[in-house]
């Protein structure tokens, strides 16, 4: 039995993992910090390789606005309220209070933040009061990764690279190590071994391809959900998953000026489908006008309106027609007129070309060149030529999972010895997010999971024995042969692992996307219980592959029973009375201002509502 020691594990190399990794080695440089990752430092995860219009890292600075001292409550009030009051208060508070190291510290590793007189440039994002949104432009994540990759290679930290985690072997008071997989070797046999460590960070970031729509990069599976889940940890608010419009090609977010300049929404029949969306009678230029509008409230959220967009895009999804942006044409018989007075002076803020008003009257992409030519220009790049009149195919695609496992405010689980930061982490933001937090979060948890693992592993070092015993040995044999034999579970009707995983995210789409019903989500179960008894073969696809199949399966059942239990709409929980309504129906403080926290319970995924820490 192959197998690697060390004194901290961390599972992930993003933004959370090399936070937390750096954190612990610069604060105790004799303990063997060890990173675990599926992919490479820099690489793998969505730190490493999403972009967007412009990249938000939110951060309450010295001079941010309200300008108080006390700016940060301000900060910290915005997530818990926008969110819905379904968060721990006290993890908002430490977030936005923590905000300002975190930027200094990556404003002292080089990351190029744009400036102006050596103050950070700031600007408002959906779902937040004051501008704090700090950005290097549309690559601010991976900026913020390649200068945490220096830093931990600087600190000389050891990393296992194309090894993914795939078990916890905890046995409820501590924790003696994890089962891993070589991900380049096939064979099961091959590919299990154990790494001894007395504590884990996990930080594994969401699990976006549960769905068929998502703008995660391959390899992100819900990992971290299921091996807390198994392990026994609590889950929380998974039901929550920000979700908006993308284009499917390139995975690009198409929020901001992309929509602000009113390109035409057709279906692949041509038509322009919005309207049949909208109430009977509402007007072309009311229409307009929520296009606008969704250029500043990206996400599906029941608390604005512009969730109307997001219906229609799944829906026609749903109905076998794809769709698209269309910039080469204006919506029928549009004109800047029609724009309300506070988008049209919006629209002008944006404007960094002025092109006259025939331009601006004539089409969606002279409109799109006032405001936001470097998205022609990246659009371009990847393939997609506004100029020479290409559509960009949209839907609405997942991007964050707000929930996770969930923590305290030292990011610990609630298993010992097990610290959980950044998107795989839950409990700190709630049902809405406002923009440029969930960078923010991998900072200041990855950091205080870092420090805290420390604190931990040094008061416990003395108590533990230095080389296992007989018995903790037979526990790791145990596990690792568990891991093996999960492989080797498919039956007569087993499904190919790949045919398997469309399956699962063709459901997971279109019964806990965007239209969400009792009869869906009970439905949605009963085809999840059947794939699930099926199983699947690992065949070609090899041990790893077959893993994350298990993840996905998991994590999308949390999504799922989580999402029936709330029956009520809230931030991008949609509930409908019926599929064919596109009226959500009301959210219910007096009953849901609550959380749902999931855990096994002998086998079984047991939930629980619970009133969340105010303070
Ligand atoms: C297109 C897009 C735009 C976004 N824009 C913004 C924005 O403007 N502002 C903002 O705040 N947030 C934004 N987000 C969200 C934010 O980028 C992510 O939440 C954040 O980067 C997640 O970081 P992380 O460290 O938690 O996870 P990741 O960066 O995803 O890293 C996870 C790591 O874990 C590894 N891993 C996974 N499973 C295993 C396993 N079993 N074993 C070993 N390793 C494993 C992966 O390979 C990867 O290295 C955006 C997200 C997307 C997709």
């Not at 296992?468 to 568990?482: F, G, H």
């Not at 699930?532 to 592959?545: L, P, T, V, W």
């Amino acid at each position: 039995m192959k197998m690697v020691d060390c004194d901290i594990l961390v599972v992930g190399s993003g933004g959370a993992a090399l936070r937390a990794a750096i954190a612990a080695q610069e604060a105790a440089p004799e303990l063997a910090v060890l990173v675990a990752t599926k992919g490479k430092p820099g690489l793998s995860g969505v730190t490493a390789n999403s972009c967007s219009d412009r990249m938000a890292f939110h951060a309450t600075l010295p001079y941010t606005e309200p300008g108080t001292q006390d700016a940060w409550t301000y900060h910290a009030d915005d997530i818990y309220r926008i969110g819905g009051k379904v968060s721990d208060k006290a993890l908002a508070d430490v977030l936005a209070h923590e905000a300002a190291k975190a930027f200094d510290y990556l404003d002292g590793l080089g990351v190029p933040f744009v400036k102006k007189n050596g103050k950070a440039d700031q600007f408002v994002t959906d779902g937040s009061e004051y501008a704090r949104a700090c950005y290097t432009g549309p690559r601010t994540a991976n900026h913020i990764e390649q200068s945490l990759v220096k830093r931990f290679c600087e600190l000389q930290i050891k990393a296992l690279e194309y090894t993914m985690v795939v078990r916890l072997i905890h046995d409820g008071k501590r924790l003696l190590g994890v089962v891993a997989a070589d991900t380049r070797e096939k064979q099961p046999e091959r590919s299990l071994f154990i790494i001894r460590t007395p504590a884990v960070i996990v930080a594994t970031g969401g699990g976006g391809m549960i769905y068929e729509h998502n703008v995660f990069p391959g390899g992100m599976t819900g990992d971290g959900f299921a091996l807390a889940y198994e392990a026994g940890a609590e889950l929380v608010n998974m039901e929550f998953i920000q979700i908006g419009i993308a284009s499917t090609k390139t995975k690009f977010n198409c929020s901001g000026s992309m929509m602000r300049a009113i390109p035409r929404l057709i279906n692949s029949e041509g038509e322009e489908f919005l309207a049949k969306y909208f109430p009977e009678g509402t007007s072309a230029a009311e229409i307009a006008n929520t296009v606008f509008k969704k250029g500043a409230t990206w996400p599906v959220s029941f608390e604005h309106k512009t969730h109307v967009i997001d219906i229609a895009l799944y829906k026609e999804w749903q109905d076998g027609r794809k769709t698209y942006l269309d910039f080469s044409c204006n919506p029928v018989g549009f004109c800047f007129d029609w724009l309300t007075e506070e988008n049209k002076a919006r629209y002008r803020r944006e404007m960094t070309n002025d092109r006259g008003d025939a331009a601006r009257n004539s089409l969606p992409l002279e409109r799109l060149k006032e405001i936001n030519q470097p998205s022609i220009d990246w659009f371009k790049e990847y393939g997609i030529d506004l100029d020479k009149g290409d559509l960009i195919e949209v839907a609405a695609c997942a991007q964050h999972f707000q929930g996770g496992i969930k923590i305290d405010r030292q990011a610990r689980s609630t298993l010992p010895a097990v610290w959980a930061a950044g998107e795989t982490a839950g409990g700190q933001h709630g049902a809405n997010r406002p923009g440029g937090n969930a960078l923010l979060d991998c900072q200041v948890f990855g950091r205080i999971a870092g420090e805290a693992a420390v604190e931990y592993v040094r008061q416990h070092k003395r108590q533990m024995p230095l080389t296992p015993d007989a018995a903790q040995e037979n526990i790791l044999r145990e596990a690792l042969k568990q891991s093996m034999d999960k492989l080797n579970t498919a039956g007569e009707q087993a499904m190919d692992a790949v045919e398997f995983r469309r399956s699962l995210q063709q459901l997971t789409e279109q019964y806990a996307g965007i239209v969400r019903t009792e009869a869906g989500l009970r439905q949605g179960l009963a085809k999840l219980e059947e794939i699930k008894q099926r199983g699947f073969a690992c065949g070609e696809k090899g041990a790893a592959y077959c893993f994350e199949n298990q993840s996905l399966l998991l994590t999308a059942e949390a999504v799922l029973r989580a999402a029936g239990e709330r029956d009520e709409s809230r931030g991008p929980h949609l509930r409908f009375a019926d599929y064919h309504d596109n009226v959500a129906v009301a959210r219910n403080d007096a009953k849901w201002e609550k959380y749902i926290v999931i855990r096994k319970d002998a086998a079984q995924m047991k939930l629980e509502v619970r009133i969340p820490s105010a303070e």
